[in-house]
């Protein structure tokens, strides 16, 4: 049983392999493009690497509060984004001439609704206007904003920052980050993405090649063999999750090696969930080729669904930026999964305990895909 | 002869349209026997039941007496599909290692002898000529040393060399003993090689047995035509021959006495003769009587 795996998965390197072009952009798309979002997004942890962004961002603030003074004196430190303080007036006529993208407004009693707001009060609104086609710097702004006004917040009701909780005010709907160790790295972030949605492009070569097969009869003859189909399914699952699995350490490796990125949370952690997204994508991979009928059809049917996949799992931008109804339905796409789990070990620093029920979810969608795929495979329909 | 190959009330529809109906065929020990049929008769559709690969409607297959489902039955036969059912981006070694891999065989150099390709074995089988790919399509079902080999339509698209390549690597494997079981639409390639034929049309089996049964059960002789000037009817002839326009029918195997007679009846009648062919049954008129359909489209 072992043999025929071993040599499934020699094969599929093999044939991997032969095609250099392809095998280089199958490793290369995801690594420029998330170099690219790494070099552009910066808010990292190390400030060597960290270009300097200076998105303008503008500010209105109507509040008197030294707390509101103090999160936009934080904001002009911080080397993504470029304060620029104004009036409503232009903030507005800045926005229409697509001037800037983004501007945030500090309502008269911001700082003090929003401080009781974190002892239990009601929470104010912190309005902003945005140009929604501008989504890169609208979320790279909001992220920044949202992270640096509860900091300041905690801290001048707590002295520290506590961890997790509601956020002061209405703006932002999710859980933000705010402990120190759990610093928003967009580098981090875009190389979480990016792995992601390289191995679910990966997992349409694989479906391809396999409605390759099985139009050239291979199929039928794996199927005359005495290899049973439970293997033959395990071998063609194994065999496109260590190709997943090679370009997950490509990704990475480039991101650690050359953007310093780092394993912040549990180490076991951060492979387990390689382990699971790459299985994943492998199942992925055989439900695809289990559900198309020409290959044609089913490329462009799948390359949708990865872009889909892709976007509303955060590979894009990150899923605590999206409206709290796409985050709660997300929930049902492993894409979501795969990058919350390597965000978790990564820049989150979260710990092992944390990555065990992702890493369970992620193998439930490797089960799931690969039972749906089951029938087709087991005994030939056509 | 013990019976390798039982094949009981095959039946497999593809929505309204049957494609295989009830299809029955046994195979002997060292049998060579041919499934010859037209495009579309059913033979893929039977072979690939039979090898495991197609779950039928209904009927049974087994080898040896196991039920074809069994890997046991399953490590019994070496089978040839009609697609070049290969892997283009590796070599041909490689893709008889994995193969072979499915068989627990790791040793492949007879079986890229026996089809020739032992010099070309590292070249990519994309690369390679469609005739050393179906000379590779076959060496792949040789590795583990089946006792039955069943080709569907092994020659399809191959230029005349290879083809005689694969037949005599067939033909020396028949010698050996393995049992052959062949699909083809080609008529030669069955007298060549086969002891025993089925005839399979629109998905039934019309006919069955060897090459002489066929003939002799269609009432098909062989015999002489003799063409004439005119359509004169010729007096006095033999009840064996018959006449039809300018064409006299002499049936029977060939007799010199009896055509110098015929001969001698016409020149006293002063009929003058166009033509004299021998006319022998083959099996595409066989065919032709089962089934009111030529061989090949
Ligand atoms: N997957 C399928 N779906 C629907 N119909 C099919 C399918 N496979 C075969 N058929 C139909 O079943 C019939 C028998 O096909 P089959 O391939 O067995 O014939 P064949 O004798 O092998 O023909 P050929 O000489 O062209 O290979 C044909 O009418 C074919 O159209
Ligand atoms: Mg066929």
Redesign the pocket.
């Known amino acids: 049983m072992l043999k025929p795996i071993l040599e499934f998965i020699r094969k599929d390197l093999l044939i991997f392999a032969s095609d250099r072009r392809a095998m280089m952009i199958s490793f290369a798309v995801p690594v420029v493009i998330a170099s690219f979002l790494a070099s552009i997004t910066g808010g990292g942890e190390s400030s060597s690497t960290n270009r300097a962004l200076h998105v303008p961002l503008l500010v209105v603030n109507e509040d008197s509060a030294p707390v509101t003074k103090q999160i936009i004196a934080d904001l002009g430190k911080d080397p993504s984004v470029k304060v620029i303080e104004t009036t409503a007036a232009d903030a507005a006529k800045q926005i229409k001439s697509g001037k800037s993208a983004y501007a945030i407004t500090f309502p008269k009693g911001f700082g003090d609704a929003a401080s009781k707001a974190l002892m239990g009060g009601t929470r104010p609104e912190l309005p902003s206007l945005s140009d929604p086609s501008r989504e890169m710097e609208i979320g790279i702004l909001r992220g920044v904003v949202i992270q640096t006004t509860v900091r300041n917040l905690s801290r001048s009701v707590f002295g520290a920052s506590p961890g997790g909780g509601q956020l002061p005010f209405t703006e932002a709907k999710s859980s933000p980050v705010s402990t120190d160790s759990q610093k928003w790295s967009g580098k981090s972030h875009a190389f979480a993405g990016m792995a992601v949605q390289g191995v679910l492009f990966l997992s349409i070569e694989a479906a391809m090649g396999l409605m390759r097969e099985r139009k050239q009869g291979i199929w039928k003859r794996l199927r005359s063999s005495p290899v049973s189909p439970g293997t033959l399914l395990i071998g063609r699952w194994f065999s496109s999750a260590i190709r997943a699995l090679a370009i997950l350490t490509v990704v990475w490796g480039v991101g650690m090696l050359a953007f310093q990125i780092r394993v912040q949370g549990s180490g076991i952690g951060f492979a387990l969930i390689c382990l699971s997204t790459a299985l994943m994508a492998g199942g992925f991979g055989l439900f695809i080729a289990a559900l198309g009928k020409t290959e044609q059809q089913s490329r462009g049917l799948a390359t949708l669904a990865v872009l889909a996949l892709s976007m509303l799992g955060g590979a894009w931008f990150p899923s605590f930026l999206m409206p709290e109804w796409v985050q709660k339905t997300t929930l049902i796409m492993p894409s979501r999964w795969a990058i919350d789990g390597f965000d978790a070990m990564t820049w989150r620093g979260n710990d092992l305990a944390a990555a065990l029920p992702i890493t369970g979810v992620l193998l439930l969608f490797a089960v799931l895909f690969t039972a749906v795929a089951i029938p087709r495979f087991r005994l030939e329909s ?1 | 002869m013990p019976v390798v190959l039982i094949a009981r009330g095959l039946k497999k529809a ?1 929505g309204d ?1 049957v ?2 109906n009830d299809v029955s065929i046994e195979i002997s020990r060292g049998e060579s026997f041919g499934l010859l ?10 072979i690939s039941m039979i090898v495991g690969g197609l779950a039928p409607d209904a009927g049974t297959v087994t080898i040896d007496g196991i039920p074809i489902s069994q890997p046991s039955a399953k490590q019994k036969i070496g089978y040839v599909p ?1 697609e070049l059912a290969l892997y283009d981006e590796i070599s041909a070694r490689d893709n008889l290692r994995f193969f072979g891999a499915l068989y627990g065989v790791s040793d492949f150099d007879d079986a890229l002898r026996i089809v020739g390709l032992a010099e070309r074995q590292r070249d990519r089988v994309g690369t390679s000529s469609g005739g050393m790919k179906r000379r590779l399509n076959i060496a792949v079902a040789l590795l583990h040393r089946p006792e039955l080999i069943i080709l569907d ?1 092994p020659t399809v698209g191959v230029d005349p060399q290879s083809r005689n390549a694969i037949f005599d690597a067939l033909e020396s494997l028949r010698s050996q003993g393995l049992t052959i079981l062949y699909t083809t ?1 080609y008529m030669e390639e069955v007298e060549r090689l086969c002891s025993r034929i089925a005839v ?1 049309d629109h ?1 039934q089996i019309v006919a069955q047995g060897t090459l002489n049964d066929l003939k002799n059960s269609q009432g098909v002789h062989n015999g002489v035509s003799i063409q004439l000037q005119s359509d004169l009817p010729v007096a006095n002839l033999p009840a064996n021959v018959t006449q039809d326009g300018v064409t006299l029918r002499v049936s029977g195997a060939p007799d010199p006495a009896q055509l110098s007679q015929i001969l001698t009846l016409l020149h006293i009648q002063n009929r003058e003769i166009v033509s004299i062919n021998t006319e022998s049954t083959d099996l595409e008129d066989v065919f032709l009587q089962l089934t009111g359909r030529a061989l090949r489209d």
Do not use: R
């Not at chain 2, 049929?37 to 039977?46: E, H, Y």
């Open positions: 056509e | 593809y349209h494609a295989v049929g037209p495009n579309g008769a059913g033979k893929s559709t039977t009609q339509e639409h399979m998905g």
